[in-house]
């Protein structure tokens, strides 16, 4: 790697057989050979392949400097498809591709990205949230350099934490994931940072509307020692002000840094951080500051050419404060607060017995301090709550016999309530019957055993199918009236003697064509989600020490097929893919009818992106999505309810609604096209720029983002929409 960095995912294979194995996330590998002489092939994609001849006699270290390629190459396709029958359970996703999509307000995205995949739910403009095969947005593990990311959302959703140009590396887990992560149910989102150019100094950045960003890299010890360091910053509050013609100002800006330091061949240390905030201010009104701060040091040891090592130690800081400002002086601000703090150790072992077998082992225990939101107008608030997370796992991929690859292990979970806390007991009408108050130690356990089974077949050369079965449990759960997006109101509630753990039983079945010009698949899958949680109407779940009496828990099942077909080299490539789906929930006490639609159950869901090259310098992608309306839930009526304070004396008396049953009614279908133009100028004086033209939603569809009934203007309804097109312009640089 010209930068000196590890590559993931590189393939290596025997010329002589279908002996092979692929780099791991630190660019380790083994390979278990007699002692004869071999030609060891090297592929990573946009890399010029490597070919080298070795003659075995003994244990042998061969680290391998792989070279970018001048050329825009295709997918790198091995024949056989043994080297990527266990990685394919995830998929990695392309930073080049990333870069080719239209985006909103020029900013190319991770999370928009994901949201792209067949699978995965998408509610509208405005919003990171990820909705993966029945699974809430909250459901989603989202990792920086393995620690965890509690609010992804930039702007309240129009973009999210990840800068593009600091990242490395990017695998999604869509639901079926391997032994060695827990903690949610849907979702493993894990994303590696650039460790730094061990080699030579970079410079690299660029802007668009809606940011600029800069980063720059460079060794500190030659080949040994490199640092990273990037800041992006939001554009339009620096010249913009809140006033009485423009209301609301949101600015936010990302700091991520990273060092790593080369023992030797077989130790290395890792120390890498990232710290966003947002901070929403508005002329008179309200003030909303949010921020995300995570902290990785790392380990890795090469114990001996079959064995490696992971030690890890991380800190993770989610906290937000919501100020609401008074005109008269004599009133103080009403400020409410809620956070997340986390500190994890966890050591991961990887034993390579040989290219066909591999075991994997490893423990973790995390420290939980939860913060479920507390106001300064309230003595009674909700307490604050300590927990302690720990897991073991052990998991084996082995080739059972040709062609028939298992992924198989187990992961034991156990959450512990610890510490001093208040919690209310209730009746079965759910009303507060007693205050307990827990002075120190365990108050409260839930374990868990997760088996979880992946086997791939694979049939000739071009098709392959995969069966899985998966348990996954989730002890923290978001507590919000907004059911599609973020927002200043909400909060990450802990599982406790009133609230269970989330437990998802999964399972999938897919057959999968792969040819060297194309790919189609389809998948079917059924999960079954218990304790999912839901809310009365009216509930109260803001300054509200009875919040858990608003709750009620049940099931969730989910159900769905997709299909997707893809156009891999050419000039012309592209995908489209179709997905029809559904989840419903059964929890009683919610509406009339026990069972009822999720308020993400969108049946029908169909993405389709072609990207065109014209030449090495210019490509034209274009993207179009449909999906069905999102359901809703919507007042059928009025009835007249006390007057609020302050308002009495206006004579207004407020009118509280009456709702028909939950997520009866429906948003229209959803639907948009987006183009963008990439203009990519040779490579002059080791400065690479590059140019992006796109327009969102190029026929200015008014696609709903919410609807507001106003009691107090004949109750009319206000209906909300997103820019209806939006022209954006990005630019990029690299200097070496």
């Known amino acids: 790697f010209e930068s000196g960095e590890e590559l993931i995912g590189v393939n290596i294979f025997l010329d002589s057989s279908a002996i092979g194995t692929t780099s791991n996330s630190y660019g380790f590998y083994s390979l278990t050979l007699s002692k004869e002489s071999y030609v060891l092939n090297f592929s990573f994609l946009g890399y010029s392949d490597c070919k080298i001849k070795v003659s075995l006699t003994n244990d042998t270290l061969i680290n391998i400097k792989l070279k970018r390629s001048q050329l825009i190459l295709n997918e790198v396709t091995i024949s056989d498809k043994k080297i990527k029958a266990i990685e394919s359970n995830y998929k990695t996703i392309s930073i080049d591709k990333i870069k080719q999509l239209p985006s909103v307000f020029g900013e190319h995205d991770i999370i928009k990205a994901i949201q792209i995949e067949s699978g995965v739910k998408n509610i509208g403009e405005g919003s990171s949230g990820l909705y993966i095969r029945g699974g809430n947005r909250d459901q989603n593990y989202v990792l920086i350099d393995e620690a965890p990311v509690y609010n992804i959302s930039h702007l309240y959703g129009f973009v999210s934490v990840f800068n593009p140009d600091i990242v490395k590396d990017v695998k999604f887990y869509n639901t079926v ?57 939001s554009a339009f509050d620096l010249f913009i002000k809140p006033s009485e013609t423009i209301n609301i100002v949101p600015s936010f800006y990302d700091l991520n840094f990273k060092m790593n330091y080369k023992i030797n061949d077989n130790n290395h240390l890792y120390l890498s951080t990232y710290h966003g905030t947002d901070f929403i201010k508005t002329f008179e009104t309200f003030n909303n ?28 800081k989610y906290d937000n404060t919501f100020t609401l400002n008074n005109s008269s002086e004599n009133v103080k601000p009403y400020i409410w607060e809620t956070g997340v703090e986390d500190i994890n150790a966890k050591l991961d072992y990887s034993w390579y017995i040989n290219p066909k077998n591999t075991i994997k082992l490893g423990v973790n225990s995390i420290m939980h301090n939860y913060k479920p939101g507390q106001s300064n107008m309230l003595d009674n608030n909700n307490s604050k709550m300590l927990a302690l997370e720990s897991g073991a796992y052990v998991s084996n991929e082995i080739e059972l016999f040709s062609n028939f690859y298992a992924e198989y292990g187990v992961r034991f979970s156990m959450f512990q309530n610890i510490g001093y806390a208040e919690w209310y007991s209730y009746d079965d009408s759910y009303n507060p019957v007693k205050l307990n108050i827990e002075n120190g130690g365990i108050w409260n356990t839930y374990k868990q055993i997760e088996p979880r089974v992946i086997i791939n077949i694979n049939k000739e050369k071009t098709n392959s199918y995969r069966l899985a079965y998966t348990r996954a449990s989730q002890f923290v759960q978001v507590i919000s009236n907004n059911s599609y997006s973020y927002t200043a109101l909400e909060t990450w509630m802990p599982s406790s003697k009133n609230i269970k753990p989330l437990i998802s039983d999964n399972f999938l079945l897919g057959y999968f064509w792969d040819i060297e010009k194309a790919m189609f698949s389809t998948t079917a899958y059924y999960r079954i989600i218990n304790n999912q949680i839901d809310y009365i109407d009216h509930a109260v779940l803001t300054d509200n020490p009875y919040n858990e009496g608003e709750i009620r828990s049940g099931k969730a099942n989910a159900y769905g097929i997709e299909f997707n077909l893809s156009k891999k080299i050419g000039k012309t490539k592209g995908s489209v893919s179709y997905a029809y789906s559904r989840v419903m929930y059964t929890i009683n006490g919610v509406t009339a009818k026990d069972t009822y639609r999720a308020p993400y159950d969108i049946p029908h869901d169909i993405k389709v992106q072609i990207v065109h090259e014209f030449s090495e310098k210019f490509k034209i992608s274009t993207f179009w999505t449909f999906s069905s309306g999102r359901p809703a839930t919507f007042p059928i009526g009025y009835h007249t309810g006390y007057p609020l304070t302050g308002l009495a004396s206006m004579g207004w008396k407020p009118q509280i609604p009456i709702y028909d049953e939950r997520n009866s009614g429906q948003f229209p279908n959803y639907h948009r096209l987006d183009l963008a133009l990439i203009f990519d100028p040779p490579v002059k004086k080791n400065i690479k720029h590059s140019f992006t033209f796109s327009v969102y939603n190029l026929y200015a569809k008014r696609n709903p983002m919410g609807y507001e009934f106003n009691d107090r203007i004949d109750n009319k309804v206000a209906v909300f929409h997103f820019f209806r097109i939006i022209p954006n312009f990005s630019y990029s640089f690299k200097f070496n």
Request: with cysteine; net charge positive.
């Open 289 to 316: 500051k949010w921020n995300n701060t995570t902290l990785t040091f790392r380990w890795n040891h090469i114990i001996n050419k079959k064995a490696f090592l992971n030690t890890t130690i991380l800190y993770s």
């Open 177 to 233: 994931f391997p032994s060695n992560f827990g903690g949610r149910i849907s979702s493993v989102i894990d994303t590696k940072m650039k460790e730094g150019n061990r080699n030579k100094t970079s410079i690299y950045g660029g802007f668009s509307i809606l940011s600029a960003r800069l980063t720059a890299t460079c060794p500190l010890i030659k080949e040994k020692s490199s640092v990273l360091i990037a800041l992006r910053k």
